[in-house]
C-alpha cells in the first residue's frame, strides 16, 4: 500500500485536516444531544408494550406464547420495514420521515391502550413497531451527519438515549400504569406529541444542512478503510456480525420479555418489584452502550466488540443458579458488558460499507429488532413447553457466538497499511 493509501485508510476513523476542514471534523453536539433526547423519548414509548406483558398476560389470560407473537408483532414490523426505509431515504432523504414515524407511535399508544381484543393488541404493536423501523435508520443518518470524526462517541450518544429510554419504560410501568392498568398508557401520548416537535425540529437541521453534510461523506466514502477490502471480504465481515447480532438480539428478548416472569415465578416478586429489578438490567445496558462508543474510538471496535460478547459467557452461566440479589448483580454485569458493543457493531459495519448509511443501518437496526422478535416468540414457545428457568440455562450459552469476532479483519490495522 502507497503513502497516498495509507492516508486515506487512516481518514475513515480519524480523518485528518487534509482531507477534511477542521469545522467538518468537529461534532454537531447540539444535534446528537437533540437526538438522543429523541431516541430516549422514542424508546421509552416503545418499552411500554413489553413493560405491560404482566398486565396484559393477566387481563387477557394469555399464554406466554400468545405473549411472545405480540412482541413479534412489533419487532417484524420494525425489522422489516427497516432495511426498506433505510435503502428509500438513501436514494430520496425525507427531512421530516423522523416526526411521521412517531406519529405512527402516538397511534399505536392509543390503540394499545384502549385495544379491546387480542387481535387488537397484534395491530397496536404492529403500529408501535412501523414508528421504530422509520425513527431508527433516519436517527442514524442524522447522527452520522453530525458525528464528525467522532463516529463511536456520536452512535454511542444515539443509542444510549434509547437504552435509558428501555430502561424506564418499566419503571414508569411499575408506578403510573400498574395502578391505572392498560387505560393508563394514554397518558404517554404527551410524550409522544413533544417528541414529534422535537423530530421536527431536527427535521428543520437536516433540511438545511443536507447538501453539505452530503458533499462531505461522498469525500469521506472515498477514504473509507473499506477501500482496501475485496467485496468477498466485506460481506463476509458484515455476516460474522450478523450472527453476533443474533447471539445478542436472542439473549436480549430472554431478558427483556421473560425477566419479570422469571422473578415472579422463582422468587415470588409483584409485578412492581419485579419491573424495578428489570429496570437496574436495562440501566446497566445504557450505561454500557454509552462507554462502549469511546472505548471503540480509542481501542478499536474489533476488540470492543470481541470482549463484549464473548466476555459475559461466565455471567450468563452463572445466572440461573443465582439467588436474587445474586441474580440482580448478574444482570447488571451481564447488561454493562454485553451493551457495550451496541454501537460498535453499526459503526464497524457502516465504516466496511461507506455511503450506505440508511441501508446499513436499516439491515442492522431491523436484523436485531427481528431476532428479537423472533427470539420472544420461539423461546415463548420453549417456557410453556418446559419452564423459564429452563430458557435461562438454555440461553446461557449464546455469547459462545462471540467466538466469531476472531474472524473479522481489524480495521485500525487496515488504516495502518499492516496487514
Not at 390503540?111 to 404492529?126: I, R
Not at 401520548?189 to 437536516?206: M, P, S, T
Not at 475485496?230 to 425477566?259: D, G, P, Q
Not at 440482580?328 to 454485569?333: I, K, N, P
Amino acid at each position: 500500500m502507497n503513502a497516498e493509501a495509507k492516508v486515506i485508510g487512516a481518514s475513515a476513523i480519524d480523518p485528518p485536516s487534509n482531507v477534511f476542514t477542521k469545522d467538518e471534523m468537529r461534532p454537531a453536539y447540539i444535534v446528537l444531544w437533540t437526538m438522543c433526547l429523541a431516541h430516549f423519548l422514542n424508546d421509552l414509548l416503545q418499552s411500554l408494550l413489553s413493560a405491560i406483558f404482566p398486565i396484559l398476560k393477566e387481563s387477557y389470560q394469555l399464554d406466554f406464547a400468545q405473549i411472545g407473537y405480540i412482541a413479534l408483532a412489533f419487532h417484524v414490523t420494525a425489522s422489516l420495514l427497516q432495511p426498506a426505509v433505510g435503502w428509500y431515504t438513501d436514494k430520496r432523504p425525507k427531512y421530516y420521515a423522523l416526526a411521521f414515524g412517531m406519529g405512527s407511535t402516538l397511534i399505536g399508544l392509543v390503540l394499545l391502550a384502549y385495544a379491546s381484543s387480542y387481535a387488537g393488541l397484534l395491530f397496536a404493536a404492529a403500529m408501535v413497531g412501523t414508528g421504530s423501523s422509520i425513527f431508527h435508520p433516519e436517527g442514524s443518518r442524522v447522527t452520522r451527519m453530525a458525528a464528525g470524526n467522532r463516529l463511536g462517541m456520536a452512535q454511542s450518544t444515539f443509542q444510549v438515549g434509547g437504552n435509558f429510554g428501555q430502561a424506564a419504560g418499566p419503571l414508569l410501568a411499575a408506578f403510573v400504569i400498574v395502578p391505572l392498568g392498560q387505560r393508563g398508557i394514554v397518558w404517554f401520548a404527551a410524550l409522544a406529541l413533544l417528541a414529534i416537535l422535537v423530530l421536527a425540529a431536527v427535521g428543520r437541521w437536516y433540511q438545511t444542512h443536507a447538501a453539505a453534510v452530503g458533499q462531505r461523506l461522498k469525500r469521506e466514502a472515498k477514504a473509507a478503510v473499506s477501500a482496501g477490502f475485496s467485496r468477498r471480504k466485506v460481506t463476509v465481515a458484515i455476516t460474522l456480525l450478523l450472527i453476533l447480532l443474533f447471539s445478542k438480539s436472542f439473549y436480549n428478548a430472554s431478558l427483556n420479555t421473560f425477566y419479570s416472569f422469571y422473578l415472579m415465578e422463582k422468587f415470588g416478586l409483584s409485578v412492581r418489584d419485579a419491573q424495578l429489578y428489570l429496570f437496574l438490567y436495562m440501566g446497566a445496558v445504557a450505561a454500557g452502550v454509552y462507554f462502549g462508543g469511546p472505548l471503540g474510538d480509542w481501542m478499536g471496535r474489533k476488540h470492543v466488540i470481541w470482549l463484549s460478547v464473548f466476555g459475559a459467557l461466565p455471567f450468563t452461566l452463572a445466572l440461573p443458579f443465582a439467588d436474587l440479589y445474586g441474580a440482580a448483580a448478574l444482570t447488571v454485569v451481564i447488561g454493562l458488558i454485553m451493551s457495550a458493543s451496541m454501537s460498535q457493531v453499526l459503526v464497524y459495519a457502516l465504516e466496511l460499507t461507506p455511503g450506505k448509511v440508511g441501508t446499513v443501518s436499516g439491515l442492522f437496526f431491523g436484523f436485531s429488532f427481528g431476532m428479537g422478535g423472533l427470539g420472544a416468540a420461539v423461546l415463548g414457545h420453549v417456557a410453556d413447553v418446559t419452564s423459564l428457568d429452563f430458557v435461562f440455562r438454555l440461553c446461557a450459552f449464546l455469547p459462545v457466538l462471540g467466538a466469531v469476532c476472531w474472524f473479522l479483519p481489524d480495521l485500525r490495522k487496515k488504516a495502518q497499511g499492516l496487514p
